[in-house]
Nanobody
Framework: QVQLVESGGGLVQAGGSLRLSCVASEGTLNTYNMGWFRQAPGKEREFVAAIRRRGGSTNYADSVKGRFTISRENAKNTVYLQMNSLKPEDTAVYFC????????????????????WGQGTQVTVSS
């Protein structure tokens, strides 16, 4: 069992930066692939970024490539999402998720491939 807690959200102006953190309050993350997703009001949850169990491979949604960076520190049981050059359209609740390392990498953006989810943290980008 894994319990995930996100933090680091807030209000920022367009062009600014935020760093989200996801910590496992129970369980360990070093046996899971980790992902970040987001959900804006009235929209479906969408994939943002993912990182393999050992951090060797990452994947990003086209909308955030070159602006966001996912990383992890397994020793600290923590995954990060560094968000730079934020845009108003990045406004959403951001969730981290843990999924089995057996997931085919081409499926890493599919939310149904994740077993554990955090409660989310709000990111609001003003224009």
């Amino acid at each position: 069992q894994v319990q995930l807690v996100e933090s680091g959200g807030g209000l920022v102006q367009a062009g600014g930066s935020l760093r989200l953190s996801c910590v496992a309050s129970e369980g360990t993350l070093n046996t899971y692939n980790m992902g970040w997703f987001r959900q804006a009001p009235g929209k479906e949850r969408e994939f943002v970024a993912a990182i393999r169990r050992r951090g060797g491979s990452t994947n990003y949604a086209d909308s955030v490539k070159g602006r966001f960076t996912i990383s992890r520190e397994n020793a600290k049981n923590t995954v990060y999402l560094q968000m730079n050059s934020l845009k108003p359209e990045d406004t959403a609740v951001y969730f981290c998720a843990a999924g089995p390392m057996s997931t085919i990498w081409s499926e890493i953006g599919n939310p149904t491939r994740y077993d554990y989810w955090g409660q989310g943290t709000q990111v609001t980008v003003s224009s």
